[in-house]
């Protein structure tokens, strides 16, 4: 092995002067939530009412000049990660990615309660590659190393973008012109203006910052891509050039932010329903797939998150390696809280979460226990909470299908009776084996779903019961 010159090369964009900025972005979300129509706004500036599920990861180049820096231009690739993507497919889309938008329907409250897992299946999954030539001497390279790091989700760029606003907009008009109609008399009442004369926020509107600053997304914005109304584009424009800012700052303060941890595989168990090829059965089992993929993610990110807080204990020494409960991780950490600091839990939307209370604000908590903390709160907290809220909808949208599923068992499938020579087919069915086939896909499908209902039940209950250790480890 040489020991010779080792040249780091960054594997995306380029900062040499005179060249164009490559970035790579990413757009994820929930299946329907106009990722899709975000893109064809941007690169297209076109807008189509049809919903076409994207099957297959699209990327789209554009090329685009910012205003600020004035007149820089950037090249942008763009990847639209189809709402039903494979899970397994996240890491090889994410690799060197410069920024995410997490999109959210504006006018659909999941949609929106899911942007911090998104947030998160980003930030487990995105890893920049960095290519090391060593050579023995100047000429002869001998070894080629590709390493690969996850990024620092402190400071990778993921933007939270609310789309379908027109809708939310055609809403709040038709309420106020409601609203006007039945009290022609009020003159100077508002229910839309504030005590300080400005028009109050949508709720949706005050619920996505809320979120931003939460889960700590670089910004949100709310926008159309039905309407020509710019919005789109400024939203993308911001995201580009924040990025722009961040990635060529220079190199030696960029790589003190970079820690450079080795790579982690995670596996996550999710087992896809089978398609029948009968469009009827078809249409609800690919609906109530992703209802088991939404599961799926949950449950895997509430398991990272739990391991990725006991592993912060443990390095802030609050817990030994032998010790795994959450009452351990609680407890320890009360006890290792240097003097004058004290925990208390707060209620937090049917979880709890960990605040600090200082009683010298001179005093400086120990940047490991700060971690772990954090940590709890950012990920173990937010991932819970999704879970007791998303899991009782997912369980009853199961419930239903499996109904719509047992209604269309109902109706037996036409079977194509053998001909006799010389006789035309009368009507189109399915032969003996093929029907067999579809009832058996019918029942395994059938009994997965009524197995996830189980889950999302058992999914909430795990958390409740979490919720009541953190009471109880309070309580000791
Ligand atoms: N009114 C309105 N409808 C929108 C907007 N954005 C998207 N839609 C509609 O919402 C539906 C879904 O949009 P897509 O962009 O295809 O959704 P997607 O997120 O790409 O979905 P997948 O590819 O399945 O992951 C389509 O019928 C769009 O026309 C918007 O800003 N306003
Ligand atoms: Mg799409």
Redesign the pocket.
């Known amino acids: 092995m040489g020991t010779g010159c080792s040249i780091g090369l960054p594997s995306t964009g380029s900062s040499l002067p005179g060249t164009v900025p490559q970035l790579k972005i990413a757009l994820v979300?929930d299946?329907?939530?106009?990722?899709?129509?975000v893109l064809l706004r941007y690169v297209h500036n076109q807008?189509?009412?049809?919903?076409?599920?994207?099957k297959k990861v699209v990327i789209e180049n554009a090329v685009r000049k910012l205003n600020v820096p004035a007149g820089r231009v950037v090249s942008l690739a763009l990847w639209?990660i189809?709402?039903?993507e494979d899970m397994e497919l996240y890491k090889s889309y994410f690799r060197n990615l410069d920024a995410a938008i997490v999109?959210v329907d504006m006018t659909d409250e999941s949609s929106m309660n899911m942007s911090p897992v998104w947030k998160q299946i980003v930030l487990m999954n995105t890893t920049q590659t960095q290519t090391t030539l060593e050579s023995t001497n100047s000429h002869q390279i001998s070894t080629i190393t590709v390493e690969e790091s996850p990024v620092d989700p402190e400071t990778f760029p993921v933007l939270l973008l609310g789309?379908?606003?027109?809708?939310i907009e055609q809403k709040i008009r038709a309420e106020r012109l409601k609203f006007l109609d039945s009290n022609p008399n009020i003159e100077d009442i508002r229910p839309w203006i504030g005590p300080d004369g400005n028009e109050i926020k949508p709720a949706c509107v005050q619920k996505l910052e809320d979120i931003a600053k939460e889960h700590n997304f670089v910004s949100s914005v709310h926008?159309?891509?039905?309407d020509a109304d710019n919005t789109v584009h400024l939203a993308l424009q911001s995201l580009v050039r924040h990025v722009l800012e961040k990635k060529f700052l220079p190199r030696k303060l960029k790589e003190k932010e970079q820690k450079v941890e080795k790579e982690k595989t995670v596996e996550i168990f999710y087992e896809k329903l089978e398609m029948t090829d009968v469009e009827s059965f078809d249409e609800v089992f690919a609906q109530g797939d992703t209802c088991i993929k939404k599961l799926a993610l949950l449950m895997h990110y509430h398991k990272v998150a739990w391991a990725k807080f006991r592993q912060n204990c443990c390095k802030a020494e609050i817990i030994t390696k032998d010790e795994n409960s959450l009452e351990d991780c609680i407890q320890g950490l009360k006890n290792k809280l240097p003097e004058g600091f004290h925990i208390k839990k707060v209620e937090d939307e049917g979880f709890y979460k960990l605040e600090i209370v200082k009683d010298n604000m001179d005093k400086k908590l120990p940047k490991s226990i700060k971690k772990a903390i954090k940590c709890f709160n950012d990920e173990y907290v937010v991932v819970s909470k999704t879970i007791l809220t998303e899991c009782p909808q997912l369980e009853s949208l199961l419930k239903d299908f499996d109904t719509i599923i047992g209604k269309h068992c109902e109706k037996p499938l036409p079977v194509l009776l053998p001909l006799n020579v010389g006789e035309e087919a009368l009507e189109v069915g399915y032969t003996q084996g093929k029907v067999t086939e579809i009832t058996r896909i019918v029942e395994h499908n059938r009994a997965k779903i009524c197995h996830t209902q189980i889950e999302c039940q058992d999914a909430v209950k795990d958390v409740k019961t979490a919720r009541k250790k953190i009471k109880m480890a309070f309580d000791w």
């Open positions: 979300g299946s329907a939530c106009g990722k899709t129509s807008f189509s009412p049809l919903y076409i599920p994207t639209d189809p709402g039903k999109v789309t379908k606003y027109d809708v926008v159309s891509s039905k």
